[in-house]
């Protein structure tokens, strides 16, 4: 979480407003004062705490309050201590300014034994209610954060959303792709005649694949088990039209199946990896999708024998898997691409193994 | 006698089905197959076959690529084959030419190889559609090219664009300079510039063309000329006349 930066403007809109409030007061106790200095008693008393105030700003903005928990007593104590000092040393200040303040002769030096004889009954009256302001700087610092906090959760949740319709969207698309369809439905009606039960087999493979979307995920994480189904609906409709030009290699070990990813995450690799890798090579390729676990992650890996990579060369659907990642693990996923001119591409997906924060 | 047709397409299937298609063309026989661009261009050149169906999406040279690379006037009666591309269907459309959209019925196939047919009888006094304004049409929608074919004494070669790494006019041809090694192309310096996307190429000199991705250096040289340094050392001379389109750098 970034610092909060406080608005400044209310902080001391704020403490003046209170100065002029406590001007009142004063004068509605004693009327016969002088409005000019009950103004400028209360304007540099206040505006003294508003100082003092600040230093309790900047300990919230480095140790804020995060939960109310009893862990966290070290916090609570921490600021406690600081509100008490603060107001504490804020009165002793303010004390000085009143009796500076209400002195006749401004310029003549205070008499020390008087100031001290007054000061446990000014600090009687005044402690608790500038305790009480402290903590009010301290409250107002941690609900403007809260509210921060909440609002910038509320846009990534809308970030990661538009992503996820993004990515189901390309997906939907690679389904729908014309080129990808009607050569299908030709291969289809080439088989027809020379081999009817890899028709049918091509048939029902285009069916489990385009009802993929129909029943698309609508939850943004589902079992490795589910997507690895979709990716390979399609490539065996790819390895069918390609025969001999495609081969797919898939090596996912069962205790992995289970685990969560984000839906159609691996889409854009795949098809990347048919695309840019494989398709553009006569002699075709060999297409591997490898998984493993690996220090507290799942490490999927996409390797073509294709063309390679090219860096700086990204498109939309490399853009989308790295801001679904971002939003959805908070750094802790990666994706890594390698590549060299005519050694393929090995594309490296780290997805933390236990489930992110509110999506378990 | 029978016409020998060439079945062109990158998927064993698709080529499957027109053989299978053709075999009720009692006159057509298939005289081979090619599964990609490059395969076909030297099927078309030594075979000389008498009709092509041909594919036009295809990995490295696609169908236009290919009826490029023959050349236009020496190409074959032609059965385009596509499954999807509006640019090509908007072109075969304006210039009267028939084509076959993936999947095609065999009532449809019929049809158009009967079309086929008769530009096959039609070619010989020359009446048969017009592949070169074809070709023309669509190199003003894409004008630029990722490969290049080049002729190596009988084998053909495809360069990749982003792999030349300068153009250098050697009189009637121009020589590519690639990864080490350098090719000859039977173009002007004009024609080739007009085929390469103009954000990777520049004209630097009247007889040079950089790759701007193999630029190491420009230094300051007599008379307003820049001396243009590449990554692999080479030395070439931006003269004053080119120098305005690297305004934002000079």
């Known amino acids: ?360 | 006698m029978n016409l020998r047709a060439l079945v062109v397409d990158d998927e064993p299937l698709a080529r499957q089905r027109i053989r299978h298609l053709l075999r009720r063309a009692t006159d057509i026989d298939v005289a081979g197959e090619c599964a990609n661009g490059l395969e076909a261009v030297k099927a078309i050149e030594d075979q000389k076959p008498d009709l092509v169906f041909l594919d036009i999406q295809m990995p490295e040279l696609d169908g236009f690529g290919v009826v490029e690379a023959v050349g236009a006037e020496a190409m074959p009666p032609t059965l385009f084959i596509t499954a999807y591309d509006q640019h090509a269907l908007r072109a075969f459309e304006v210039h009267a030419l028939d084509y076959l959209l993936k999947p095609f019925s065999v009532e449809r196939f019929h049809q158009a190889l009967e079309r086929a047919r008769r530009w096959c009888i039609h070619q010989k006094d020359g009446t048969g559609p017009n592949l070169e304004a074809l070709i023309d049409g669509l190199r003003q929608e894409r004008p630029w090219v990722d490969r290049l074919l080049v002729k190596q004494g009988d084998r053909h070669v495809l360069v990749r664009t982003a792999a030349i790494q300068w153009i250098e006019a050697e009189d009637n041809y121009v020589r590519l300079h690639v990864e080490g090694t350098s090719h000859l192309l039977r173009q002007t310096m004009t024609g080739v510039l007009g085929r390469l996307n103009p954000a990777q190429f520049r004209r630097i000199h009247r007889s040079a063309i950089v790759n701007l991705d193999c630029i190491k250096e420009f230094q300051p040289w007599s008379g307003g000329d820049h001396l243009v340094i590449m990554r692999d050392g080479t030395k070439l001379t931006l003269s004053r006349t080119f120098r305005d389109q690297f305004g934002e750098w000079l």
Do not use: C
């Open chain 1, 1 to 360: 979480m970034e610092r909060v930066q406080p608005k400044w403007g209310w902080y001391w809109g704020i403490w003046a407003l209170m100065g002029l409030y406590m001007a009142s007061w004063d004068l509605a106790m004693y009327p016969s004062a002088s409005l000019f200095r009950m103004l400028v008693l209360n304007l540099l008393q206040n505006g003294t705490w508003g100082l003092l105030g600040l230093f309790l700003l900047w300990l919230a903005n480095r140790r804020p309050i995060e939960t109310m928990a009893w862990s966290h007593w070290r916090v609570w104590a921490l600021h406690l201590l600081a509100s008490v000092a603060v107001a504490a040393l804020g009165l002793l200040i303010a004390y000085l300014i009143s009796l500076w303040v209400q002195s006749d002769e401004w310029k003549k030096p205070l008499d020390l034994a008087m100031v001290l004889k007054g000061l446990p009954r000014f600090y009687r009256a005044y402690f608790h209610t500038n305790l009480l302001f402290m903590w009010a700087v301290v409250a107002a610092f941690h609900g403007l954060r809260i509210y921060r906090k909440y609002k910038a959760r509320e846009v990534e949740a809308a970030r990661l959303e538009t992503r996820f319709a993004e990515a189901q969207n390309m997906a939907l698309r690679m389904q729908l792709q014309p080129h990808f369809l009607f050569n299908t439905l030709n291969s289809i009606s080439a088989l027809v005649h020379s081999n009817p039960d890899g028709a049918d087999e091509m048939i029902s493979r285009l069916g489990d694949f385009l009802r993929t979307t129909l029943d698309a995920p609508h939850e943004q994480l589902l079992p490795l088990r589910r997507e690895l189904a979709f990716i390979q609906d399609y490539l065996a409709i790819e390895q069918i039209r390609f025969q001999d030009r495609l081969r797919v290699e898939v090596q996912i070990p069962a205790d992995l199946q289970e685990h969560r990813v984000p839906s159609f995450i691996l889409q854009p690799l795949v098809e990347n990896a048919l695309k840019h890798g494989l398709a553009d090579r006569p002699q075709g390729g060999t297409l591997t999708i490898r998984g493993r676990k690996e220090s507290g992650s799942l490490v999927l890996e996409i390797q073509d024998d294709g063309e390679g990579f090219t860096p700086g060369r990204e498109g939309v659907g490399l853009a989308n898997v790295r801001s679904r990642l971002g939003l959805l693990y908070k750094g802790r996923g990666q994706l890594d691409l390698l590549g060299a001119a005519g050694r393929g591409t090995l594309v490296i997906l780290r997805l933390p193994l236990n489930p992110p924060e509110g999506e378990a």
